[in-house]
């Protein structure tokens, strides 16, 4: 699976909007685009996943470059439960293999 | 609520002892994963199941062994427990290889101390 590069950490104010960025620039044709995130030792949760189109769904927005090379993760107001760490994981869909997870981004929304 | 559930939640032993931790996939899921996070090494992948059969080993140490049931609940056992063997174990689930995406779906975890 590819290499992911995740800023260390970020904040964002509440109900503004969190952009948290991916560099996955070894990706390769077949792979795709997780997030993942953990709030305070809870079990991993599902966000979203993308291949090369932008994908939307109740939680968040996935934007892929057109290169695939880099992504980020969109929580378009986000509130005080919004602060994790935030994993971007990149796979091959269909594998059924293993997550492999970096240090991802914890992000903290102040009030 | 993921639908993936874990027990016990906590579990405090002593260095050299064995324990057993459970875990319930969601309904209709056929493989399980088990992941180590502790404080040094992150989120670590340990070993898949897939119905019955183990399909994918990763940093897993011979103490450690786990097996999946006809029922398809899972268990992890860990023995000659060590302090670092300290950490949060989580398991999770997926539909794998059926269904549209294999989405991984994680329980609430096990935290394990051993003093």
């Known amino acids: 699976d590819a290499k992911t590069t995740q800023p260390p950490s970020m904040d964002c104010a509440e109900g503004r909007a969190a952009n948290l960025p991916c560099n996955h620039s070894?990706?390769?044709?077949?792979?795709?685009v997780y997030w993942y995130r953990q709030i305070h030792s809870q079990g991993p949760q599902y966000i979203i996943h993308?291949?090369?189109n932008n994908e939307t769904n109740e939680m968040a927005s996935l934007i892929i470059t057109e290169d695939r090379k880099s992504s980020t993760l969109i929580l378009p107001h986000a509130t005080l439960r919004d602060t994790a760490v935030y994993y971007c994981?990149?796979?091959?869909?269909?594998?059924?293999?293993?997550?492999?997870f970096g240090e991802g981004t914890q992000l903290t929304v102040n009030p | 609520d993921s639908g993936v559930t874990q027990t016990p939640k906590h579990l405090i032993t002593a260095t050299g002892q064995r324990v057993t931790l459970r875990c319930s996939p969601r309904?209709?899921?056929?493989?399980v994963y088990w992941y180590q996070q502790s404080l040094d090494q992150g989120l670590q992948f340990l070993i898949q199941?897939?119905?019955?059969?183990?399909?994918a080993k990763g940093n897993i140490l011979e103490r450690f062994s786990a097996q999946q049931f006809p029922d398809l609940h899972s268990e992890l056992n860990l023995s000659s427990l060590e302090l670092g063997d300290s950490a949060l174990y989580f398991c999770?689930?997926?539909?794998?290889?059926?269904?549209?995406?294999?989405?991984?779906?994680f329980g609430p975890g096990t935290r394990l101390t051993v003093l």
């Open positions: 999770a689930s997926s539909p794998f290889p059926r269904g549209a995406t294999d989405t991984q779906y």
């Open positions: 070894t990706i390769s044709g077949n792979e795709y």
């Open positions: 993308g291949l090369k």
């Open positions: 994981i990149v796979r091959v869909r269909t594998s059924g293999s293993r997550l492999t």
């Open positions: 309904s209709g899921d056929l493989s």
């Open positions: 199941y897939y119905n019955g059969e183990e399909r």
